[in-house]
């Protein structure tokens, strides 16, 4: 019989959670709420005595200095409770975390069957409240739809003694596993096929799959393992296989670019080729320090000696649009398994994010499943579970808002791990498969979440039928699968590592067949979550938390014994061969026998018409505006702007000092509370070395350009890493695209040419700027589609596309942290300079944005020029002639000025017309201009020789000194004091807009 323990904080201690509910009631729906208690249900399906979970409550779920619990409902005054829970199937983490803890307590395990569920009921006093709100409040802050269910009661509907009663959300599924034979006798039929099942298979490639399996060799070698037409679960498995998510078809297709300006035509055969692989290749050559590229999970540079750091990058966007929390701590738990994925794994030492997301204060037509407020909120906190819970930290992380993504939500996020540069005397990169190894699934098991959309297709819906495409990342289940993984790479147990992330087994095992040219995999002995799935399911299901290895056979005994030392269940699922073969079976039966040289042979390429419109003909022109009257107001005014203002709310939910690596913090200055340029970690403690790693998003820019966007975005990023102490010579890159469907089509995607171009001139860039500023590309991803569509006030559909957006990161090693540096300045006296030139580049500016405008003086990147200054920077920091240094970005000159004040508590006296600057006559130009290349750093007196010798012949400028005085005071171009501010002002005004959130 099911029992229940019901747990809250004593009454006279904070409900911290109840608070913030009672917050954002207020916030979102202007709804008052005086008090909300938070109970947590421990609901219990197992056979124990009630000794035993009287036991259980004291002793595992009650701490006695600050909880009261009860076997009972527990009597808290309301006037209204929602209960919220999980729909059956979705991951409950800490039911999974109870069951461990109970099996440790009883010293037995559970049974099969039993298990232990968590919800929480929240009990709301406030006058006024209606069922309305009740439910207003459940519905659209409590719970998410797709993966809980809730229910709200009254007093009337309450019973003291029952409370809510037992609800069960277990999966029981009536249904029998069977394989499907599909008919392929037409391209139509295959067409319909793909429609039916979510398949999204490329038209082009219809026929292929077609072609394959009517050849007679084929379907000879097939009737001997009893198969004829294709199964379902080798239909699926292409469909993975061939998605743009995993074969990567859009960045490998052929682009006919043309341009209108020029008038000319070109193709491009293969985007990755051309301008990411090549580039690359040719930079490996050069510099001895890139270790690993292109193949695997993550990219690998050398560290020391000793080490090798990975780092990669990707991104989650559609997942968190439709599950907030869900979708990002499966992404940013997804992301840490491609490190300990790479080579023979990896140590995971740091993790970042980029969140781009619709204003937080949207209040128009158009409606999202989530409103922007609730969807970053979600966002911040998945990420920040994943992060927290895993013991990594998330020293750096940028927000962006822009009503392009209210469609669709950009969530991105990086992974960096560090290895031995050697296991046993072999490369730490290097892995293979030998036919005879085992393949063995490490970690959780499988169930429906993750099936591309379908729940259960084949099953009746009921209330105990799985939530299917909504996965819940286990920070838990995973840290102990990566402690155990290490442990049994620095024992030599594993021949091959890889993750099972897109596509599940079918993406883990399909490509590391390809090193051994082969595999047996018996289906029916993968663990599940619960029974009743199809073959197919098991197969491309992308259940979290599970590795795929590799092992020799002689080495099991050991493996499987620390695996259990770890608590991970791991299991053989099958053997890898040198048949040329996938072949699946289940409970002998053969359920799919597949060339593996059909997906790297077979398909054709994809086709992409591009059509170059420059800015002027699609009619963009530089806007006039007025010559502002009080810059003061206007600094201000810029200061608290979105995308411009401070962001400490969102940093300081994340953990930066777990492992106690931290150099550089994410919030800097002298009251901790300015922005960082970037991260500076040292994941070997007894090395002086360190890692830099800086991030940049700019996607604005690309409305004029997309060349442009993605030149100042690496530009932006590299000069982050420069400002704290980066050597330019030793940074590596990462690439994550997001963009809107390239796919011309009149009627859903009339745009779709100059989509198309766009990509094209970013990819053209990415390689301009990498072979100029000497930056290998470590890894990289395209994330297409960033399209959605959103009903309106009435009903009607609107089709909103995000912007063209490149997140670009840096890393690199850094000799000696001891010489890295801070932006805030620092001693009254010091001189103030402007390295780098300022022109008439407000295009795309925060400052045009703020006048409704976009422009068209987008800013240019001179790579050649700007590569020679940032080395000589890279200099003054090592030899020690600076006192602190920080990049000009959004919002421009004025911005940062006050940025660097506000982070010394110091001020600082410039003057206008010693900013080096070209055709420039108006102050609010040279103020907000976001020209590329530049930087404010302060000097000591005693150093200000030394550093302009070294500068000579570069653009920079001593433009003002650091005053005691805590204010900046700018005199403009002709002589007069155009703004005075004290940093006290400057602050309130840039910590407004999110300062309540902190």
């Known amino acids: 019989m099911p029992q229940r323990i019901e747990v809250t904080l004593k009454e006279q201690l904070l409900d911290a959670e109840g608070q913030s509910l009672c917050v954002k009631a207020k916030n979102y729906f202007d709804i008052d709420l005086h008090r909300v208690r938070t109970i947590h249900i421990v609901t219990i399906d197992a056979d124990l005595t009630p000794d035993q979970t009287e036991t259980i409550r004291t002793e595992i779920f009650t701490n006695p200095v600050t909880q009261v619990s009860s076997l009972r409902p527990l009597d808290v005054d309301f006037d209204w409770i929602i209960w919220v829970g999980f729909r059956p199937g979705v991951r409950d983490n800490p039911g999974a975390t109870a069951v461990e803890a109970v099996e440790d307590l009883l010293r037995s395990p559970l049974k099969p069957g039993e298990a232990i569920y968590t919800s929480k009921r929240y009990c709301l006093k406030g006058n006024g409240i209606s069922r309305r709100d009740a439910e207003k409040i459940a519905g659209e802050l409590l719970a998410n739809d797709i993966i809980q269910q809730w229910a709200v009661y009254d007093r009337s509907q309450w019973d003291p003694a029952t409370g809510i009663g037992f609800i069960i959300p277990k999966v029981i599924l009536d249904h029998h596993p069977e394989v499907a034979t599909l008919s392929i006798d037409s391209d139509d039929t295959l067409t319909r096929l793909s429609e039916e099942r979510s398949l999204s298979l490329n038209p082009n490639d219809i026929p292929t799959i077609r072609s394959y399996f009517l050849k007679p060799e084929v379907q000879r070698q097939r009737r001997q393992v009893s198969l004829s037409d294709p199964t379902d679960v080798e239909l699926e498995y292409l469909s993975q296989a061939r998605s743009d998510h995993c ?44 270790v690993s590229v292109l193949w695997d999970n993550a990219g690998v540079g050398r560290f020391d000696r000793d080490h090798n750091y990975v780092i990669t990058g990707e991104t989650h966007n559609s997942p968190s649009n439709m599950e907030a929390y869900g979708g990002a701590i499966t992404g940013i738990v997804g992301i840490y398994r491609d490190p300990m994925g790479t080579g023979k794994g990896s140590r995971l030492i740091m993790g970042s994010y980029g969140y781009c997301v619709g204003p937080r204060d949207y209040d128009g037509d158009l409606q999202p499943r989530l409103h922007p407020k609730r969807l970053l909120d ?100 995973q840290k102990k699968m990566h402690d155990f993984l290490i442990d049994a790479r620095d024992e030599g147990l594993i021949r091959f590592i890889t993750d099972n992330g897109g596509g599940g087994l079918s993406s883990s095992v399909g490509e590391s067949a390809l090193f051994s040219n ?45 695996s259990r030392q770890h608590e991970v269940e791991s299991t053989v699922i099958g053997t890898y061969t040198d ?23 077979a398909f054709p390429q994809w086709e992409f018409e591009a059509v170059w419109r420059p800015p002027a003909l699609r009619g963009l022109t530089e806007p006039v505006v007025g010559v502002p009257e009080d810059f003061a107001g206007l600094i201000l005014d810029m200061l608290a702007r979105p995308n411009v203002c401070s962001k400490e709310w969102v940093c300081r939910q994340y953990d930066h000092e777990v492992q106690g690596t931290s150099v550089i913090k994410p919030l800097v200055g002298a009251a901790r509370d300015v922005p960082s340029d970037a991260a500076v970690i040292r994941p070997v403690l007894t090395s002086e070395r360190g890692l830099v790693f800086s991030q940049a998003l700019i996607p604005m820019y690309s409305a004029i350009d997309a060349y442009h966007m993605t030149t100042c975005t690496i530009d932006e990023a590299v000069r982050r890493a420069i400002a704290v102490g980066g050597d330019p010579d030793h940074l590596g890159g990462v690439d994550n695209f997001c963009w809107p ?69 840096v890393a690199g090693v850094i000799e000696d ?14 001189l103030v300079y402007v390295v780098g030139l300022t022109r008439n580049e407000l295009g795309g500016s925060e400052y045009y944005e703020l006048f409704g405008e976009l422009g068209l003086n987008v800013p240019v990147v001179d790579p050649d020029g700007f590569a020679v200054c940032y080395r000589l920077m890279a200099e003054a920091v090592r030899k020690g002639l600076l006192a602190s240094c920080h990049g000009i970005y959004r919002g421009g000159l004025a911005v940062h000025l006050a940025l660097v ?4 508590e110091t001020g600082l006296a410039v003057n206008l017309k010693r900013v080096p600057s070209d055709g420039i006559d108006r102050d609010d130009t040279l103020l907000f201009s976001e020209s590329a290349g530049r930087f404010i750093v302060t000097v000591a007196p005693e150093n200000r020789d030394a550093f302009d010798r070294l500068m000579a012949g570069q653009t920079a400028a001593c433009v003002g000194r650091v005053t005691r005085t805590p204010q900046l005071k700018i005199d403009g171009m002709h002589g007069k004091c155009i703004a005075e501010l004290t940093v006290e002002q400057m602050k309130s005004a840039w910590k407004g807009p999110f300062g309540d959130l902190i």
Request: hydrophobic share 35%; net charge negative; with cysteine.
């Open 518 to 562: 082969g595999c047996d995999i018996q289906l029916d002995k993968v663990p599940l979550k619960y029974d009743g799935l199809d073959q197919w399911e098991i197969w491309i299901s992308e259940s979290q938390e599970r590795m795929t290895v590799a092992i020799d056979p002689d080495h099991l005994h050991r493996f499987m014994a620390l």
């Open 817 to 830: 942290v001891g010489q890295c540096l801070t932006m805030d300045a620092k001693v009254p006296g010091d």
């Open 247 to 290: 074969n990567h078809n859009t960045f490998g297709g052929r682009f006919t670019y043309r341009d209108l300006e020029s008038g000319k035509t070109e193709t491009i055969d293969s985007l990755f080729k051309t301008y990411i692989q090549g580039p690359t290749l040719e930079l490996k050559a050069r510099k001895e320090w890139v």
């Open 579 to 601: 048949s040329g073969k996938i072949h699946i079976t289940y409970n002998g039966a053969t359920c799919a026998y597949v060339d593996l040289d059909l997906l790297t042979s």
């Open 901 to 904: 004040a506000m982070a010394g």
């Open 741 to 809: 469907s390239v796919q011309y089509d009149a009627d859903r995607n009339p745009d779709g040419k100059h989509k198309a171009a766009g990509l094209v001139r970013s990819c053209r860039a990415l390689k301009t700027m990498c072979m100029a500023y000497g930056i290998p590309l470590l890894s990289g991803k395209d994330s297409m589609y960033v399209d959605g569509h959103l009903p309106g006030r009435y009903g009607e559909s609107h089709k909103v596309s995000a912007l063209e957006t490149l997140q670009f990161s």
């Open 378 to 477: 979600g966002v911040i906190e998945g990420v920040r579970d994943g992060g927290n819970k895993s013991g990594i930290p998330t020293p750096f992380g940028q927000v962006m808002f822009h009503p392009g993504y209210l469609g669709k939500c950009l969530v991105f996020v990086t992974a960096l791990g560090i290895m031995p540069a050697e296991i046993n005397g072999e490369p730490s990169d290097q892995k293979t498969i030998l036919p005879g190894d085992l393949a063995v699934m490490c970690g959780g098991r499988v169930g429906k979440d993750g099936i591309h959309g379908v729940t259960a297709s084949s099953a009746t819906f009921s209330a105990n039928t799985p939530a299917g495409h909504v996965q819940i990342g286990d920070p838990y289940t």
